[in-house]
């Protein structure tokens, strides 16, 4: 009898919660994407009409950083505030005082729950942030992301760069150091890192098919553990190895640092070369003593305005596809692939940009 | 050399972890075409010995007395972090390194006189009371103070300490390879370490506490100002290491350290360390360190792939330990 | 000058409320050994640490060389020349001989730095002595027990000893290295050294000392000469209860042979071994130890696999190869250290008595069936009559007696046609050891054919109504009768 109770409770607590669950959506039913609810998600930004009167008012605009503090996010905060102020509109921003996929997921549930119009974010751990995502595209709220490939319940992700576009970038540039010829070696942070990985195999691709003086003296890539200790040490053998060795194509930010320092003093600056994707002021010294031609980086400030504009362009009733214009230097004409926007963004260090950053 | 001497040399683990270290390298140097004997090669595997070598001395010590230092790199980074922070916010260093050296050593004393007093007074589990002020100092650290990163801020006279060097060598490509100034500390720290253990009544008594500690206590040893003393220094003496890393690398990463008891530890262990306490000489435990540094600095040159590092390392680990065990046994037969 | 070097009166020590001495008295004389018997957590070594400064008695009187003494520090008792060598001897087993001797004086002289060539001064006189010689550079770890207690004795010596206590110095000493141990206490005596001998070995006791000092219940039940004192007496002092040297008389001895052994031989441990053993019988098998005794023993277990010869039990022929093989036999042996440390005693009574048997009570998947534990286990102690009420109680709340008929009863409850018992008393105290005898006794008339391997005469004696004298890996004698002489069998046995 009392099972019975039970599973009637349940089930009436289930349709409740259905019932209610369903209400938000149905309501603002004619203005927003709620009518694509059941659609197919991965066509339903394309789907998107335009409102039916544009809304002329300003919108309610977040942006929810990893976390707050932190050189790297106080450079975003100082592209965001420069937007806000270009565009007339003011900007939340707010995030985290470390780095927490919770406390995240409590400030973006906040900010939904106020009512902002457009939600855009960093997400710490992207699982996390999948059910808050939902409930705000349900309220109609545009969710844009970045560096969060794979997440389902955005409207958008904004990704610099794509991986082998990167690996190509860091090519070309290792080359007209290198002058095109030489032997050179990849380098990774972990072999567990799809991305670098990734971004190791697009270079080697490029150099086969642009650089046919180069040449990759061994398969084998060497991992350094994201330790720039262990990238320098690495360096100091490979060049044993190989004494020929004339460059490192390395991917992971420490792998660049490190192996500087042992071209350094191995008395060969000049002579054998490195480049990785890089933090511009660990390796300032090296690009000042030209021990490092460049590193690759992307200007995260600049792939939070494309996220704003992209935001804006969507409130306004446009669309986004490959060939928009999101307003911004690699953006200009980005690809859409899915849900994912991808930009050029991928921009080359050197002692002109390195003090423009803070990190 | 009479026969009675000549058989207790072939049961000491020294004498064989020095028969593996010179073999090992007449092995590489063969497979390798002659690359491990270079001047060059040599040069570079010396400096790579510096911070661990100096760590191996500090985790002797503890064995010798019969405990273990699982704290010592969370001890090293929260007292390199602090004071180079420290350094960066005051202007200090710009020139001279010194007053980094003295706050990261001063911090580690701090640090080590928990230890030292946690286990004195309460005579506690030392891998057990370690592990906790590991986990305790690295909180601090991350979580407390909010170490960050400091790598082109470094104070000028760190990286001036870092990259000076007492000479150089050129290899036949003409690639330079220097001797870093910092090799003296390792020197001078390893025969201090011989010094204290052999010739003073307090290494004596981490013999005797790591021996027996009931006797030693029996003998007349305070032994709990013996472990006091022990873990202060010890503590001091990893912060000072600590900062010698970061002159070296040339950064002060917070989380550099993690985990590098575990390859360090059972370094020690290889070099004759016992498990158990009461046994652990400096020779032994250079030459393990040695056969660490020298495998580590090989595989690339042997073309052995850069992940069976891991395998390697966790070999050293079971020979050690057996080693260990059955030394043991033999003692109580 | 008094009489006496050391005399206590009156001395009381509690711990939280508990007596453990109880207005204790007794006296050293200089030059004489006195024993200090008494069973286990009689106060003996409360007694011992209030001596040696460990702890501070709470009443009573001390006077050393006829001077009172009011507080006794460890530092003082080093002072006044009093030395204790504890059970674990105190040393350092990974150092030298040599560090051994000196490190105590030099810790004393509260020297800083090493100085090899003082230690080595330091322990060559420590070994003077006693005109002892070994090798200084040593390890201690690796000498035999004996040769480590000499150096204890030789450190203990440096501190101008005028009194030593020894605690329980022979319980892992072989007969003949206990021998090699009077000699020097001996030696000592004639010094002017008084020696105080801590011990429950009623024949050691009467072999080495000139007075004894008898403790029960943290009481001194006996005090003076021991030559006044009969064993008899001695033993009921130690126990507080008349015991006797109840002889075991073989009641119904069946007509077969259980176990016949013929021409057993293992290359380099024992040849051409034959005997016969029926059951309701108690075969002694004694020697010297590394005379095969214990090579024999457990070649008959399986461990040790005979080179040549026969073993017939219930008139078939067969090969022991293997300990697991041996139980389905129904042979039972019980190691010498089993019977003193073979107890959980933070467990249940029933879980220890059902240990060696839980796959008989368990279940399929190996689920145990906790009724018939408990009924198994009530089984035993009504046939051992285990004192307590209740079998679930913890093993530790038993006396010790009852503690090893626990572990007795652990081996036995798996069925068992021959037992072999090595050294089963070895470190039992006189009242469990006779609770000991008694048991098997039964289980010898119950029908069970009994081996006991010992090398405690009195107890091969007592026990066996047949003995078998092994030397050198042969048998070199058999006696028979339910009251053999122990000169007969010393004749035999060296």
Known sequence: ?359 | ?333 | MSEYLLQMTGICKSFAGVHALDHVNFAIRPGKVMCLAGENGCGKSTLVKIISGVYTRDEGEVVFEGNPISKITPAEATRLGIQVIYQDLSIFPNLTVMENLAINSEITEGKKFVNRKRWEATAKEALSKIGYEIDLQAKMGELSVADKQLVAICRALLFNAKLIIMDEPTTALTKREVDALFKTVRQLKDSGIAIMFISHKTEEIFEISDDVCIMRNGKNVYAGPTAELTRQDFTFHMTGRELTDDHFVPKNISKEPVLKVEHLCQKNKYQDVSFELRKGEILGVTGLLGSGRTELALSLFGLGKPDSGTITLNGQEVKITSPIQAQKLRIGYVPEDRLTEGLCLQQPIADNITLSSLKRLSKAMGFLRHQDILDDANIWKEKFSIATDDVRRFASTLSGGNQQKIVLSKWLSNDLDVLILNGPTVGVDVGAKQDIHHLIHELANEGLAVIIISDDLSEVVVNCSRVIVMRDGSIVGELTGSDIPEEDIIEIIR
């Open chain 2, 1 to 333: 050399m009479n026969k009675a001497t000549l058989k207790r040399m072939t049961r000491r683990t020294e004498f064989w972890i020095f028969l593996v270290l010179v073999i090992m390298c007449i092995g590489i140097q063969a497979a390798s075409g002659g690359g491990l004997f270079k001047s060059s090669t040599v040069v570079t595997i010396l400096r790579s010995m510096v911070v661990d070598g100096m760590f191996a001395m500090c985790c002797l010590v503890v064995m010798v007395s019969g405990g273990f230092d699982l704290s010592f790199p969370a001890v090293a980074a929260l007292a390199y972090s602090l004071a180079t922070t420290i350094c960066v916010n005051m202007g200090w260093c710009a020139t001279n390194p010194i007053a980094g050296l003295l706050l990261a050593t001063l911090i580690g004393f701090v640090l080590g006189m928990l230890n030292g007093w946690i286990i004195a007074n309460f005579k506690l589990n030392t891998m057990i009371v370690t592990l906790g002020t590991q986990t305790f100092f690295t909180g601090v650290s991350m979580g407390l103070l909010q170490m960050q990163e400091i790598t082109s801020t470094l104070p000028l006279g760190f990286r001036a300490m870092g990259e000076s060097y007492l000479f150089e060598v050129y290899n036949e490509a003409g690639i330079r390879s220097t001797m870093s100034t910092m090799f003296l500390f390792f020197v001078a720290l390893a025969a201090v370490t011989s010094f204290v253990l052999n010739h003073t009544m307090f290494g004596r008594a981490l013999y005797a506490i790591g021996g027996n500690e009931v006797s030693a206590e029996r003998a007349g040893y305070n032994v709990k100002r013996v472990k006091f003393i022990l873990y202060s220094v010890v503590g001091a003496v990893s912060g000072f290491i600590g900062m010698i890393r970061v002159c070296m690398e040339r950064q002060s990463i917070p989380k550099a350290m993690v985990g590098r008891e575990m390859t360090i530890i059972p370094a020690v262990i290889l070099g004759g360390a016992s498990i158990f306490g009461g046994e652990g000489t400096v020779f032994g435990t250079i030459c393990a360190v040695g056969i660490i540094t020298v495998v580590s600095n090989s595989m690339l040159l042997m073309g052995i792939d850069t992940y069976w590092q891991s395998f390697f390392n966790g070999l050293v680990i079971l020979i050690g330990i057996t080693v260990s065990a059955v030394q043991a046994m033999r003692q109580k037969r």
């Open chain 1, 1 to 359: 009898m009392k099972k019975m109770l039970a599973l009637l409770l349940t089930a009436a607590m289930t349709v409740g919660l259905v019932a209610c669950g369903s209400k938000p959506a149905e309501q603002p039913a004619q203005s927003e994407p709620a009518t694509t609810e059941g659609t197919d998600g991965a066509e339903a930004p394309a789907d998107i009409e335009a409102p039916a009167e544009p809304k002329g008012d300003t919108p309610t605009i977040a942006f929810v950083p990893k976390v707050e503090g932190q050189a790297w996010w106080e450079h975003v905060r100082g592209g965001v505030t420069e937007w806000a102020a270009d565009n007339g509109m003011e900007v939340i921003y707010k995030g985290p005082a470390e780095v927490d996929a919770a406390a995240q997921v409590q400030i973006m549930t906040d900010l939904v729950n106020q009512g902002v119009d457009i939600l855009c974010f960093s997400p710490n751990d992207p699982a996390a942030c999948e059910a808050i995502c939902k409930t705000a595209l349900d309220k109609g709220i545009i969710v844009i992301a970045t560096e969060a490939s794979g997440m389902e319940n955005i409207t958008f992700d904004v990704e610099a760069f794509d991986e082998a576009g990167l690996g190509a970038f860091l090519m070309d540039q290792l080359a007209a150091q290198m002058g095109e010829e030489g032997e050179y070696i990849t380098m990774v942070g972990s072999f567990t890192m799809e991305s670098q990985n990734n971004w190791a195999d697009g270079a080697v691709a490029r150099q086969e098919e642009a650089y046919p003086n180069m040449k990759l003296v061994d398969d084998k890539r060497v991992e350094d553990d994201s330790d720039a200790q262990k990238a320098y040490e690495l360096t100091k053998q490979l060049r044993e190895k190989y004494p020929n060795l004339k460059g490192i194509l390395g991917t992971g930010s420490f792998d660049a640092p490190g192996a500087a320092r042992a071209i350094q003093e191995m008395g060969l600056t000049g002579e054998m070369f490195a480049i990785s994707v890089a933090m511009p002021l660990e390796v300032k010294d090296y690009l000042a003593d030209g021990t490092l031609g460049s590193v690759a980086l992307w200007d995260p400030a600049v792939s939070a305005k494309v996220m704003l504009n992209a935001g804006m362009e969507l409130y306004n009733g446009g669309t986004i596809e490959t060939g928009t214009d999101l307003k911004e230097e690699g953006y200009t004409s980005v690809r859409v692939d899915g849900k994912v926007i991808i930009g050029d963004g991928q921009i080359a260090i050197t002692m002109d940009n390195v003090d423009d950053f803070g990190f």
